[in-house]
């Protein structure tokens, strides 16, 4: 199985914890389950972008606000940071 589709159905699972949680606990209970689920989901989502290459920056950067690979028609965005 992939990493992604094990990543998909955990979150999955915790979006109908919380679905559940809300509905059988009071709303202070729920409110901290939510937020439980928040900080697993956050860790979730920090382990499946580490790969162990040693490249920090894949998997935070959009490679779409990337100026690098434009070359010489770059779009504004990438104008107004460049020296």
Same mark, same amino acid.
Do not use: A, E, K, V
């Given at each position: 199985?992939?990493?992604?589709?094990?990543s998909n159905v955990a979150l999955a699972i915790a979006g109908a914890v919380v679905v559940v949680s809300t509905q059988a606990f009071a709303s202070q209970t729920a409110g901290w389950v939510t937020f439980g689920v928040s900080l697993g989901a956050l860790a979730l989502l920090a382990m499946a972008n580490?790969?162990?290459?040693?490249d920090r920056m894949r998997g935070? %950067?959009?490679? *779409?606000? @990337?100026? %690098?690979?434009? *070359?010489? @028609?770059?779009?504004?965005?990438c104008t107004a940071a460049q020296p």
């Open positions: 199985m992939s990493q992604r589709f094990i580490r790969d162990g290459t040693g935070f %950067s959009t490679p *779409g606000l @990337r100026c %690098s690979h434009y *070359g010489r @028609r770059s779009p504004p965005w």
